[in-house]
């Protein structure tokens, strides 16, 4: 049984930052691809970074480049997602996946 689960949300001002954890279960992280997706009220569902541990690429959406990094730690089987100078448009519930799996999500709030 395969489970993700997200935590490290909260509420931040402008320029602030945070570190979303997804841990997971069920699985070994470094196996697969993983990523993480976000979705506001009334928008689109927004891809916004992924990692292939067998290439070691990472792959960021064109909001947040240079802005978001996706990291692993094997030892934890978890994967991280720092946000630094988060911006109001930022504002979404963020979910970790992997294929069609995903967490119940983590709510950042910029404001």
């Known amino acids: 049984h395969v489970q993700l689960v997200e935590s490290g949300g909260g509420s931040v001002r402008p320029g602030e930052s945070l570190r979303l954890s997804c841990t997971v279960s069920?699985?070994?992280?470094?196996?697969?691809?993983m990523g993480w997706f976000r979705q506001a009220p009334g928008k689109e569902r927004e891809g916004v970074a992924a990692?292939?541990?067998?290439?070691?690429?990472?792959y960021y959406g064109d909001s947040v480049k240079g802005r978001f990094t996706i990291s692993q730690d094997n030892a934890k089987n978890t994967v991280y997602l720092q946000m630094s100078s988060l911006k109001v448009e930022d504002t979404a519930m963020y979910y970790c996946?992997?294929?069609?799996?995903r967490g119940q999500g983590t709510q950042v709030t910029v404001s």
């Open positions: 069920g699985l070994v992280v470094d196996d697969f691809d």
């Open positions: 990692i292939s541990p067998g290439s070691g690429r990472r």
């Open positions: 996946e992997k294929g069609s799996l």
